[in-house]
């Protein structure tokens, strides 16, 4: 395996030559650089990714601490922010806090030791304590959230536009006749529950509806706590439509739909926040509105790369948008 010192002496340059070229430095330039690159080809010169970090203070790896890794949102924002990281020449690390703040608290305390140049995070509790964050800043270490923002934090954000994707999905259904729209949401402890909420309420409102308070319901956006909430709705309470939060509670509500002797939508409308391409293989196609989590991820890793370039820029919330996906579980007549 070749040297530094083998590289330098084949380009008949120094070894503090190379050294600037491997750490990115733009004071050696042209026919130097060219010589010192081509050296490197010929004798096949692997850079030691320790020694580059050790010099320029940087590992070239990022940390992603997602909330949930069984949800299906999760896996394509993780590929988007992967890819970008690596057209960027970065490498990303992968953690999982099932929404349990003391878990992330533990993570986010380690990452520090582990010197990576950046976060990005998913909080599990948007509403708690956020002081782990605040001291891994307060080190040095640059964070970005995404689709979980706490309230009152200063810090770079990719977010979505949940409340208007949630009221596109509760006028669709009025359009469809559904007077009576049931919503199931998650904890409220969430930000993107309240914001999900507020979609529902606002669609109501524009399709001249008044809300029900006995038709709103609160999970924990998974697929057992919807499942075990539907079992007592489907049992007594009437309604024309339903709206559910995400994904994995609407699989679970289809579910007792399917154990009731229910289905969408010959005996209840049903639509969803979240899409699946995969699901679109089935039917009846479940009706969702899709939001960009491919694109999240991506915007994330370009947002936390421009933080650490330039630390002193002013904080960025990116707000994306979301479109409404209709299948057969909340069409009239299908």
């Known amino acids: 395996m070749a040297t530094i010192k083998q590289v330098a002496q084949r380009a008949g340059v120094s070894v503090g030559t190379v050294s600037n070229i491997l750490a990115g430095l733009p004071s050696v330039a042209g026919e130097l650089r060219e010589r010192v690159e081509r050296a490197m080809v010929e004798l096949q010169y692997e850079p030691s990714q320790v020694a580059r970090s050790l010099k320029s203070k940087k590992t070239r790896t990022l940390a992603m601490v997602i909330s949930d890794i069984t949800n299906p949102f999760f896996p394509l924002l993780v590929r988007g922010a992967e890819d970008e990281a690596a057209r960027q020449g970065y490498m990303l690390a992968i953690f999982n806090t099932d929404d349990d703040l003391e878990r992330e608290q533990q993570i986010c305390r380690s990452l520090t030791a582990r010197g990576l140049d950046g976060l990005l995070l998913v909080p599990s509790l948007e509403r708690g304590d956020s002081g782990h964050v605040e001291r891994l800043q307060a080190r040095g270490m640059k964070v970005v959230y995404l689709d979980r923002k706490p309230e009152g934090v200063d810090v770079d954000a990719v977010l979505v536009d949940n ?172």
């Open 163 to 334: 409340v208007g994707g949630v009221a596109k999905g509760i006028v669709h259904l009025a359009e469809q006749g559904a007077r009576r729209i049931g919503y199931l949401g998650g904890e409220m402890k969430l930000h993107i529950s309240a914001e999900r909420k507020e979609g529902y309420e606002r669609g109501m409102a524009a399709a001249g509806l008044a809300v029900d308070p006995d038709l709103v319901w609160e999970a924990d956006f998974r697929l057992e706590s919807a499942w075990r909430v539907a079992r007592e709705v489907l049992a007594g309470r009437r309604l024309d439509a339903v709206f559910v939060a995400n994904l994995p509670m609407a699989l679970g509500w289809m579910r007792a739909m399917g154990e009731k002797g229910f289905a969408a939508p010959r005996d209840l409308l049903l639509a969803t926040f979240d899409h699946l391409v995969i699901l679109d293989s089935f039917r009846p196609r479940l009706t969702a509105v899709a939001q960009p989590s491919y694109e999240i991820g991506r915007q994330g890793v370009k947002l936390l790369l421009e933080r650490i370039a330039n630390p002193g820029r002013e904080t960025q919330l990116v707000r994306m948008g979301t479109e409404l996906r209709i299948g057969e579980t909340s069409v009239r007549g299908v």
